[in-house]
């Protein structure tokens, strides 16, 4: 079946890099996303990648993508505290064009 | 404006009541859905509608019911709420030509 793991905390120092991690057991997977939830709010796309690639970078935020190892991680760098929320790992199923399979989110944590 | 707006943002209702969330879209799309996220958990999704006429069961539809009024409107309805109703729950929307999906702030349901 479809599953999507993540760690559920990080807590880094403000200026740092982060890296969130995530797991996933569906190789065919078309696309991977990052969501952002901030406190009150609802989820933000903050970027995605299809899986025929391996990197995306996008000002801050680096997406790495390892297929074999159904491994994708999400890099910060320059790490604000406005960077602190839950961050989720989605895919989306070939099988589907609608389907998004959450993991149950990593809450960042920026320390002044 | 917000581009998907939920009313109610917070509710609290007893058990057994009906109770209908509401979730309204300005950005044009054809698609709709409910998740519901708990504490520790990603989002699960309840019911998604690709068009007025076209409404299907998510992994976690027993005990709830939609309503696609427009193709703006997207209604979920509790018919006898229930303690492990209480969650957040989030609409969203998207295209039928991109996978990315826009959500609402979300509204905070308690069943007591």
């Not at chain 2, 009541?17 to 979730?23: P, S, V």
Request: hydrophobic share 30%; with cysteine.
């Amino acid at each position: 079946g479809e599953d999507v793991e993540q760690s559920l905390f990080l807590s880094v120092r403000e200026g740092d890099s982060s890296v969130i991690n995530c797991t996933y057991t569906d190789s065919s997977s078309t696309y991977l996303y990052w969501y952002k939830q901030e406190p009150g709010a609802g989820l933000q796309l903050l970027t995605y990648i299809f899986s025929n690639m391996d990197m995306k970078q996008d000002q801050r935020l680096t997406v790495l993508l390892n297929k074999k190892d159904k491994h994708l991680s999400l890099r910060i760098a320059d790490t604000q505290t406005g960077d602190s929320a839950i961050y989720f790992c989605a895919e989306t199923p070939q099988d589907s064009s609608y389907k998004l399979i959450f993991g149950s989110g990593t809450r960042l944590l920026v320390r002044p | 404006d917000a581009d998907v707006t939920q009313t109610p943002r917070n509710r609290i209702t007893k058990t057994g009541k009906r109770i209908m969330l509401e979730c309204s879209q300005t950005k044009g799309h054809d698609r709709m859905y409910w998740y519901r996220q708990d504490p520790g958990l990603g989002l699960r999704l309840i019911y998604y509608s690709f068009d007025v006429k076209d409404i299907n069961k998510g992994e976690i539809s027993d005990g709830y019911s939609v309503s696609r009024q427009a193709q703006a409107k997207f209604s979920l309805s509790l018919e006898s709420a229930i303690p492990n109703q209480t969650a957040l729950y989030f609409c969203a929307t998207s295209s039928a030509a991109t996978y990315e999906q826009y959500f609402g702030p979300g509204t905070r349901l308690t069943v007591t």
